[in-house]
């Protein structure tokens, strides 16, 4: 009874430095410009009111360093240092924070490489790893998941076991939904929603920008459940 009483304690704390560390990074995508709002393409082909650009992170050690300590924060929390074997960045921008985190924890690291090399021993995965290592996958965010996907299918097909990945947030565009049914278990710091709403709240964003992009978010999420829908019919 006691210890059910400390993990529930432990569990509240943790959804407490889970909305802290949400409002220091959202902070630190305003200050380093990481964070626009404009009509932008994403490299999955939509359309996007907003895009967040956490590659400009590594031009600021102390963000880099932030958005690291946060990924470990979620790897400790939710889970164990001691059920990962290897670190295995999603390029590219998953790769930096994939590097921190790795020292950090003291667990060694590999990376995905999309295009196999022609040269030498021509790998798609660098770094040494065993069959039936289990490997922990980071990235920067969700969108449609499908780069976390064949990153994950090659680590599989050279015998890795891969079913966890921390990423930093979610931009609620089915991709964690689409993550889920390849039995990995997305491990986010926060969604994209949780950040406008502090940012405007705390009037770092405007009420018309607010809406126009919550109402896009609205309506990806709304089309992530009617194309699953679709599928399992």
Same mark, same amino acid.
Do not use: C
């Given at each position: 009874?006691?210890?059910? !009483?400390l993990e529930?304690i432990r569990r509240?704390?943790?959804?407490?430095?889970? !909305?802290y560390l949400?409002k220091h990074v959202?902070?630190?995508?305003?200050?380093n410009?990481?964070?626009k709002?404009?009509? /932008?393409?994403?490299? +999955?082909g939509k359309?996007?009111p /907003? %895009?967040?650009?956490l590659?400009?992170s590594i031009? +600021?050690?102390?963000?880099?360093?932030?958005?690291a300590? +946060?990924?470990?924060?979620?790897v400790?929390?939710?889970?164990?240092r001691?059920?990962?074997?290897?670190?295995?960045g999603v390029p590219?921008a998953?790769?930096?924070?994939a590097?921190?985190?790795s020292?950090?924890?003291?667990?060694p690291m590999? /990376? %995905?490489?999309?295009e196999r090399?022609?040269?030498?021993?021509?790998k798609k995965i660098e770094g040494?790893f065993e069959?039936?290592?289990r490997?922990l996958?980071?990235?920067d965010?969700?969108?449609?998941?499908?780069?976390?996907i064949?990153?994950a299918?090659?680590a599989?097909?050279?015998g890795?076991?891969?079913t966890e990945?921390?990423?930093?947030?979610?931009?609620? !565009?089915?991709?964690?939904e689409?993550?889920l049914?390849?039995?990995?278990k997305?491990?986010i710091?926060?969604?994209?929603s949780e950040?406008?709403e502090?940012?405007?709240e705390?009037k770092?964003?405007?009420?018309?920008?607010y809406?126009?992009i919550?109402e896009?978010?609205?309506?990806?999420k709304?089309?992530?459940?009617d194309s699953k829908?679709?599928?399992e019919q």
């Amino acid at each position: 009874m006691f210890q059910d !009483q400390l993990e529930e304690i432990r569990r509240k704390i943790w959804k407490e430095e889970k !909305q802290y560390l949400m409002k220091h990074v959202s902070l630190g995508l305003i200050q380093n410009k990481a964070l626009k709002i404009a009509d /932008y393409t994403l490299s +999955s082909g939509k359309k996007s009111p /907003y %895009y967040v650009d956490l590659r400009q992170s590594i031009s +600021s050690p102390m963000a880099m360093d932030l958005i690291a300590n +946060s990924l470990a924060r979620i790897v400790d929390n939710e889970i164990g240092r001691s059920k990962i074997d290897r670190i295995m960045g999603v390029p590219t921008a998953g790769i930096p924070f994939a590097t921190i985190v790795s020292q950090k924890l003291a667990i060694p690291m590999l /990376y %995905y490489r999309k295009e196999r090399k022609e040269h030498g021993v021509r790998k798609k995965i660098e770094g040494y790893f065993e069959t039936s290592d289990r490997i922990l996958m980071i990235d920067d965010l969700i969108t449609t998941g499908q780069s976390v996907i064949k990153a994950a299918k090659v680590a599989r097909e050279q015998g890795g076991i891969v079913t966890e990945l921390v990423v930093l947030l979610d931009r609620e !565009q089915g991709g964690e939904e689409y993550i889920l049914t390849h039995n990995i278990k997305p491990h986010i710091l926060f969604s994209i929603s949780e950040a406008f709403e502090w940012l405007n709240e705390v009037k770092l964003l405007g009420d018309q920008d607010y809406e126009m992009i919550m109402e896009y978010i609205k309506k990806e999420k709304k089309s992530a459940i009617d194309s699953k829908i679709k599928m399992e019919q």
